[in-house]
């Protein structure tokens, strides 16, 4: 059969822009499966997407006008309902045949075939293909109502309709027109009220005629681009808006690049359908406010694109991405330039104001602030904190770092009070460091304060010192001890508080800083921090740390087996040290010996567990009968000493394959020993032997887990 390329466009009014790539995607997800499904489009079909702030368009290459006939074969009945013992065909059989269209002369023709323990009827028969009418509608009213709408409109149709005026649709906006092209052939379906044809409309105020009619499903692209001056795609809209931002800042000089931000991007390619970059200027005066403030501004508030100087300090150009090219820019530039400058102006008034106060003469304000209804204000919370980052800050630095922490703990969350982190949440910690140097307050304390959410997200940047770490370190051990405490631990996929974010940040801070801090000593610290009688969650907090860190483990390109063997276990000694653990694993696993030690491990970690009681570690070398075991506790008086030292060194390595020496002695015990003697102080002077080489060999890692 011959096949035509597929168009299927929805006109909308404008979709929202933060969810207008989703929608896209998932429209021509969603119909070309469809249509794959049916038989109307190869399994490979090549899909393309277009998505526009006024439509939601999909091309799928290669479909039929209709799908292949189809052999069915369907199962009626038991052979024993179906047939009489003479082999007549039963009333049921008749009634069956019947609903499938088919009567008694289709029996001679069933085949007979083993369902289970029985043999049951089954009738052959060819389903003819769908047309492609009848086919994409089903595909069409699929893919509309898969779409991720992030809010519904109900609205009233006019026309076409039971009752017009009144006969209601919901969707994500009112849309307008349908298109559905099979080649040059307009294929008959209905959506949302309307009828399909091969009209659409292009630019609101750019078009070149209205409307744009499109001779079939391939010139879509390029007659929307020519009649109707709207780049369709969304993808080649965003390079083009790429291009012409690299393109304005080239013009503007001195190494000037736009900030970059691909969410901004996206958002402005899902505003524009035909983008035209223009340059813009502010006031010189406003760069006196910091410049996070008002490229925040800039960005969340009129989605425009800042430039950056070549050493990444903002300058007083912008650029704004235009839906219109008139031959006279200047009346856009002015507009956007009068419409900016309100807003720096209160992002300076803000400043200003807020620097009339101290940082400090604002804590008290703190404990006016709730934090949560069951662990109380601001204020106190910021006590918590400050106890935690004290007992961390003495353990890494003494009484120095102690104090600075200390007092970078009391000040971070005071700019929460502040008219800019009022407007710009997402200035906290920025305008604290900030305020903090305007107070006359140590850079190191600045650094602290600022830094002290970080890392905020997957990949983000630690603090810059040593007393940001502490606090920050504080701040999120506050969190999940709190918490956790009330009972908010996260469940399957919800996670209000950001819990996993806090504790991923814990295991980032201490690994990557490498602070000697031992799991355990941070969450004991932290409940230290609470009130007496406050709930103690700190097994459910380790646990939860260890799926984290299992996760961090992973992601750095260890295997399950060497995560489990140093993590699962719970043997690693410290956080800042996994890394080495882990390391000395994947060294150990790649000897030869390893295979056999790790199962002559997980061996003896089962017959230990099946001993009665608790076996000591201790060997009487005179009561040593075998000279297998003789000779396994000769090797181990001879390596174990020395991988000690190794581990107590911190060459987790050489320590593990120091062991590798033990193989050979070990398989040879097995073979030769019976550990579960018939005497019992020998049985007990083999298991003492077992358990001296299982801690020796387990004291790096658990690694029965490495065993296949």
């Given at each position: 059969m011959?096949?035509?390329n597929?168009?299927v466009?929805l006109?909308?009014e404008e979709?929202?822009?933060?969810?207008l790539?989703k929608?896209g995607?998932?429209f021509?997800?969603?119909l070309a499966?469809?249509?794959?499904a049916?038989?109307?489009?190869?399994?490979?079909?090549?899909?393309?997407?277009?998505?526009?702030?006024?439509?939601l368009?999909?091309?799928?290459a290669?479909v039929?006008?209709r799908?292949?006939d189809k052999?069915?074969s369907?199962?009626?009945?038991?052979v024993?309902?179906g047939?009489t013992?003479d082999?007549?065909?039963?009333?049921?059989l008749?009634?069956r045949?019947?609903?499938?269209g088919?009567d008694a002369?289709?029996?001679a023709g069933?085949?007979?075939?083993?369902?289970?323990?029985a043999?049951a009827l089954?009738?052959d028969?060819?389903a003819?293909?769908?047309?492609?009418a009848?086919?994409?509608?089903?595909?069409l009213d699929?893919?509309?109502?898969?779409l991720?709408?992030?809010?519904?409109?109900?609205?009233q149709l006019?026309?076409?309709c039971?009752?017009p005026?009144?006969?209601s649709?919901n969707?994500?906006?009112?849309a307008h027109?349908?298109?559905?092209?099979?080649g040059?052939?307009?294929?008959?379906?209905?959506?949302?009220g309307?009828t399909?044809?091969?009209?659409t409309q292009?630019?609101?105020?750019?078009a070149?005629v209205?409307p744009?009619?499109?001779?079939?499903a391939d010139?879509y692209?390029?007659t929307?681009?020519?009649?109707g001056a709207?780049?369709?795609?969304?993808?080649?809209?965003?390079?083009e808006i790429?291009r012409?931002?690299?393109?304005?800042?080239?013009?503007?000089?001195g190494?000037?690049?736009p900030?970059?931000?691909?969410?901004?991007l996206?958002?402005?390619?899902?505003?524009?359908?035909?983008?035209n970059?223009?340059i813009c200027e502010f006031?010189?005066?406003?760069?006196?406010?910091?410049?996070e403030?008002?490229?925040?501004t800039?960005?969340a508030n009129?989605?425009?694109?800042?430039l950056?100087d070549?050493q990444?300090?903002?300058?007083?150009?912008f650029?704004?991405?235009?839906?219109i090219?008139?031959?006279d820019?200047?009346a856009?530039?002015?507009?956007?330039e009068?419409v900016?400058?309100?807003?720096?102006a209160?992002?300076?008034?803000?400043f200003d104001?807020?620097?009339k106060k101290?940082?400090?003469s604002?804590?008290?304000?703190?404990?006016k602030?709730v934090?949560h209804?069951?662990?109380g204000?601001?204020?106190?919370r910021?006590?918590?904190v400050r106890?935690?980052?004290?007992?961390?800050?003495?353990?890494?630095?003494?009484?120095v770092?102690a104090?600075s922490?200390?007092t970078?703990?009391?000040?971070?969350?005071?700019?929460?009070l502040?008219?800019?982190v009022?407007?710009f949440?997402?200035?906290?910690?920025?305008?604290?460091?900030?305020?903090?140097?305007?107070d006359?307050?140590t850079e190191d304390?600045?650094f602290a304060?600022?830094d002290h959410?970080?890392p905020?997200f997957?990949?983000?940047?630690l603090p810059?010192?040593?007393?940001?770490v502490?606090v920050?370190?504080?701040?999120k051990l506050?969190?999940l001890?709190?918490?956790?405490?009330?009972?908010?631990?996260p469940?399957?996929d919800?996670?209000?508080f950001?819990l996993?974010?806090?504790?991923?940040?814990?295991i980032?801070l201490v690994?990557?800083?490498?602070?000697?801090?031992?799991?355990?000593t941070?969450?004991n610290t932290?409940f230290?921090a609470?009130p007496?009688g406050f709930?103690?969650?700190?097994?459910?907090?380790?646990?939860?740390?260890?799926?984290?860190?299992?996760?961090?483990?992973?992601?750095?390109g260890y295997s399950?087996a060497?995560v489990?063997a140093?993590?699962?276990?719970?043997?690693?000694i410290g956080l800042?040290?996994v890394?080495?653990l882990?390391?000395?694993?994947?060294a150990?696993a790649?000897?030869?010996e390893?295979p056999?030690l790790?199962?002559?491990?997980?061996?003896?970690?089962n017959?230990?567990k099946k001993?009665?009681g608790?076996v000591?570690?201790?060997v009487n070398?005179?009561?040593?009968?075998?000279?297998?075991?003789?000779?396994l506790f000769?090797?181990m008086?001879?390596t174990v000493?020395?991988?000690?030292?190794r581990?107590?060194?911190g060459d987790y390595?050489g320590?593990?394959?120091?062991l590798?020496?033990l193989?050979?002695?070990?398989?040879a015990f097995?073979?030769?020993?019976?550990?579960?003697a018939?005497?019992?102080?020998?049985k007990?002077?083999r298991?003492?032997?077992?358990?001296?080489?299982h801690?020796?060999m387990?004291?790096?890692?658990d690694?029965?887990?490495?065993?296949?």
């Amino acid at each position: 059969m011959t096949t035509q390329n597929l168009l299927v466009e929805l006109f909308v009014e404008e979709l929202p822009p933060k969810a207008l790539k989703k929608l896209g995607d998932a429209f021509a997800t969603v119909l070309a499966d469809q249509l794959k499904a049916q038989g109307l489009a190869p399994a490979d079909a090549q899909v393309t997407a277009f998505a526009s702030p006024r439509r939601l368009a999909a091309q799928v290459a290669g479909v039929l006008a209709r799908a292949a006939d189809k052999a069915v074969s369907q199962k009626l009945m038991p052979v024993s309902v179906g047939l009489t013992a003479d082999g007549q065909p039963t009333p049921a059989l008749l009634k069956r045949l019947g609903a499938l269209g088919a009567d008694a002369s289709a029996v001679a023709g069933l085949k007979r075939a083993p369902d289970g323990k029985a043999e049951a009827l089954f009738y052959d028969s060819v389903a003819p293909g769908a047309e492609l009418a009848t086919g994409l509608q089903k595909a069409l009213d699929e893919a509309i109502a898969k779409l991720p709408i992030p809010k519904v409109m109900s609205y009233q149709l006019e026309t076409d309709c039971e009752l017009p005026g009144w006969s209601s649709v919901n969707f994500v906006r009112p849309a307008h027109g349908l298109v559905a092209l099979h080649g040059s052939r307009v294929v008959p379906v209905k959506a949302l009220g309307l009828t399909s044809g091969n009209t659409t409309q292009g630019h609101r105020f750019e078009a070149a005629v209205s409307p744009v009619v499109l001779k079939d499903a391939d010139s879509y692209a390029a007659t929307l681009a020519k009649d109707g001056a709207v780049i369709a795609s969304f993808a080649e809209r965003k390079a083009e808006i790429a291009r012409q931002l690299a393109a304005a800042a080239a013009k503007v000089g001195g190494g000037c690049r736009p900030i970059e931000d691909d969410a901004l991007l996206d958002e402005v390619t899902a505003l524009v359908e035909r983008p035209n970059v223009l340059i813009c200027e502010f006031e010189p005066q406003f760069l006196d406010v910091p410049q996070e403030c008002l490229i925040l501004t800039m960005k969340a508030n009129q989605k425009y694109f800042p430039l950056l100087d070549a050493q990444g300090k903002l300058t007083n150009r912008f650029l704004v991405v235009s839906n219109i090219s008139p031959a006279d820019a200047s009346a856009v530039i002015g507009g956007n330039e009068r419409v900016v400058r309100p807003r720096l102006a209160d992002a300076k008034f803000f400043f200003d104001q807020d620097r009339k106060k101290t940082l400090a003469s604002r804590v008290e304000g703190l404990s006016k602030v709730v934090y949560h209804n069951k662990l109380g204000t601001q204020g106190e919370r910021t006590e918590r904190v400050r106890a935690i980052a004290r007992a961390i800050g003495q353990q890494l630095g003494g009484d120095v770092l102690a104090a600075s922490a200390d007092t970078a703990a009391q000040l971070a969350k005071t700019d929460l009070l502040t008219d800019m982190v009022g407007e710009f949440p997402e200035l906290q910690g920025i305008m604290g460091g900030y305020y903090a140097r305007h107070d006359g307050l140590t850079e190191d304390i600045a650094f602290a304060i600022e830094d002290h959410y970080r890392p905020r997200f997957a990949g983000d940047e630690l603090p810059r010192n040593t007393t940001g770490v502490v606090v920050a370190l504080a701040d999120k051990l506050e969190t999940l001890m709190g918490l956790f405490g009330i009972g908010q631990r996260p469940t399957g996929d919800k996670d209000p508080f950001a819990l996993r974010r806090h504790a991923l940040g814990v295991i980032r801070l201490v690994i990557e800083c490498r602070l000697m801090l031992s799991a355990n000593t941070l969450v004991n610290t932290a409940f230290d921090a609470f009130p007496r009688g406050f709930s103690d969650a700190g097994t459910d907090v380790l646990e939860f740390m260890s799926e984290r860190l299992e996760g961090y483990c992973r992601e750095s390109g260890y295997s399950a087996a060497e995560v489990d063997a140093v993590v699962g276990s719970g043997r690693w000694i410290g956080l800042a040290v996994v890394p080495q653990l882990l390391a000395a694993v994947r060294a150990f696993a790649a000897l030869p010996e390893a295979p056999a030690l790790a199962a002559a491990n997980k061996r003896i970690g089962n017959i230990l567990k099946k001993s009665e009681g608790e076996v000591a570690a201790t060997v009487n070398a005179s009561a040593l009968v075998e000279p297998a075991e003789k000779d396994l506790f000769a090797a181990m008086q001879a390596t174990v000493p020395a991988a000690k030292a190794r581990f107590d060194a911190g060459d987790y390595t050489g320590s593990l394959q120091a062991l590798a020496a033990l193989r050979a002695p070990v398989d040879a015990f097995f073979d030769g020993v019976m550990v579960n003697a018939d005497d019992p102080a020998l049985k007990a002077n083999r298991l003492g032997l077992l358990k001296q080489l299982h801690e020796a060999m387990n004291r790096v890692a658990d690694l029965s887990r490495l065993a296949t």
